[in-house]
């Protein structure tokens, strides 16, 4: 970000720098993110092109891991081999190291293919670091909307469901979901869009049968229905003074949980209850 900010003032310092290192996979692909965060690798080497733009006597390392520049974006790896960036593979057991030497900077980076630490002596050192999500721990919880261990939101399904959630009418989009570059972020949008166009083009909508129903005379408040619910469907409200629970049907996808924490057995399924069940156990023995 910083280079590019540098890019849009147009700063001269860019022209007489001889010398710049991209770093790549700086804090991810690790224990700690062990994911990609995929945009990295276009963006260095479209950056050090136009650093040769800039300058044509620059001399450009970039230091990576693997080179992930996917499908057509492999020509922009072509062109920079063939302008004369060089490209330096090192194990993330033996990570390159940077140290300061009178005003310049000294970068050690052992070459793969040589078997040996090579020194470069730099103007500027440009980090790829790893793209990390926000805190969405609260509008997880708010939305009762799935996440990934790094702390993404995970969809419903990868294939059949790739941009909803498991709570229905909410869809998502963007660096929120994964690190992806632009273009498939707009692609995952106007998806998104579709989805919701789908939804709203429609005059009613047709809701599933079995839903949790609560017999308030029986409900404690407890609350236990109301935590264990992943789709947000139980609510404690208070009637007549007492703390009862209450279902939304519309939220309500019949998983059950509500009706198996219960401990005083007050929420049950619309269509399905345990007396239903009873019978037709009894029916079948």
Known sequence: MELDQEFIRGSDRLKHTECAVFIQCVGSRISERPYCSKACCTHSIRSALTL??????????????????????????????????????????????????????????????????????????????????????????????????????????????????????????????FPKPIEESIAQAKAAAARAATILAKESIEMEPIVSVVDEDNCNGYGICERVCPYGAMHLIEINGLIKAQSTPASCKGCRLCAASCPSKAVDMCHFSQHQIRAQICALA
């Open 52 to 177: 040769k733009e800039l300058n044509l006597d620059m001399d450009i390392y970039i230091l990576y891991r693997d080179i992930r520049t996917s499908g057509e974006k492999e020509r922009l790896y072509t062109e920079a081999r063939a302008r004369g960036i060089l490209f330096i593979r090192y194990d993330p057991e033996d990570r390159p190291k940077v140290e300061k030497e009178n005003e310049r900077l000294m970068v050690t980076v052992t070459d793969h293919v040589l078997q040996r630490p090579l020194q470069i002596s730099s103007d500027m050192i440009i980090l790829a670091t790893a793209v990390v999500p926000h805190d969405t721990r609260s509008l997880s919880k708010l939305y009762k909307i799935s996440t990934t261990p790094e702390g993404f939101f995970l969809e419903a399904h990868m294939k059949l469901r790739p941009v909803d959630f498991a709570t229905d009418g909410i869809f998502l989009a963007g660096l929120c979901h």
